[in-house]
């Protein structure tokens, strides 16, 4: 609820704090059990910071999280371990997120260690256990990160969020570094243990069609902000956002029947140290009004469960236009 991650924008030659990179802009969202839900929006929107805020890898500077009516924001260091156990994280890189002087035991280990589950027996077996759920053999516990390519590096990632056997997964771009011939198979994985284990995904991406395939509910960010929110199907059918819009022009069309004009932005994302006033998205969008210079448009629903924060869809703008 109302999240929000500031940092301190240092600068001349005293470092002193010159101003806020404004990452995560007040957002509200839920996600519900056994959902997956996406987020995506172009690199530096703020939906990796918003990601790691939520398990509080990064402290937000504002904002509540609740997980299962637990106030997830006011919990003390030990709370927050052993909340951690049910709320774990995967990230983009596997090639940087395993430490390569520690085997897949160890690495695997570790959680279970963190969280006293098993003796170190236990522990083996539960590590062989899930590398093999992964795609790995169990045999492979003894190996070095190095010995593993791109795509078996992230299912150790994925064996590694899993193995505590948490109820929330934030996945953090898992399939962005990998081959495109590898992604689908990390997807089908992924979307494989999410049914299996009755798991809650947030998934963050840059990539429309990645969040497309995997998805239940799609969250699209712009400068640190939610501007539009719906179900996967309700938002490729009808996205209502120039903003999505535009994302959704760019995102291939299989039918080779069905023709797609691309919808080209303009301009480069502003820095979010200084976003625009009024709307977030006025200096890009092909249908800016005047209004939207000013006004910042109330995020809300505009059609059942399908929430977008734009002026077109203002009664007054849309009356006003018909006048004319
Ligand atoms: Fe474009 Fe205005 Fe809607 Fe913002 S509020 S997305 S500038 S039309
Ligand atoms: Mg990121």
Not at 44 to 71: H, Q, V, W, Y
Request: hydrophobic share 35%; with cysteine; charged share 25%.
């Amino acid at each position: 609820n109302n999240l929000k991650k500031f940092f301190p924008l240092k600068g001349g030659v005293f470092g002193k704090q010159v101003g806020e990179v404004k990452a995560v802009n007040d957002i509200t969202f839920e996600v519900y059990e056994g959902e997956v839900l996406g987020i995506v929006g172009e690199s530096g929107c703020g939906k990796s910071t918003a990601g790691k805020s939520l398990l509080r890898l990064i402290e937000p500077t504002d904002g509540e999280i609740i997980f299962d009516g637990n106030n997830v924001t006011d919990m003390t260091k030990e709370e927050m371990r052993k909340m951690r156990r049910d709320m774990q994280i995967i990230f983009q890189d596997p090639y940087a997120s395993l430490n390569p002087r520690h085997n897949v035991e160890k690495i695997l280990g570790e959680p279970l260690l963190v969280h006293g589950i098993g003796d170190k027996e236990t522990r083996k077996e539960k590590v062989k256990e899930i590398l093999e759920i992964v795609g790995l053999p169990g045999e492979h516990a003894s190996r070095y990160p190095h010995q593993f390519s791109g795509g078996q590096r992230q299912r150790i990632g994925i064996a590694r969020a899993l193995i505590v056997r948490p109820r929330l997964i934030v996945c953090d771009e898992p399939v962005s570094a990998l081959d495109v011939s590898i992604q689908s198979q990390i997807l089908n994985l992924m979307e494989d243990l999410q049914e299996e284990f009755n798991l809650t995904y947030i998934f963050i991406a840059h990539d429309l069609s990645v969040v497309k395939h995997i998805s239940h509910r799609i969250a699209v960010m712009y400068l640190g902000k939610i501007v539009e929110l719906a179900s996967n199907e309700d938002l490729y059918k009808e996205p209502l956002h120039p903003y999505t819009q535009s994302l959704m022009s760019a995102v291939p069309e299989p039918d080779p029947d069905v023709s797609k004009d691309r919808i080209i932005l303009e301009g480069d994302v502003p820095s979010p140290s200084n976003p625009p006033a009024g709307c977030p998205f006025h200096t890009r969008c092909p249908s800016v009004m005047d209004v939207c210079r000013t006004v910042t448009p109330e995020f809300r629903e505009i059609k059942a469960n399908h929430f977008a924060s734009c002026h077109l869809y203002n009664e007054e703008n849309t009356t006003a236009e018909k006048a004319d």
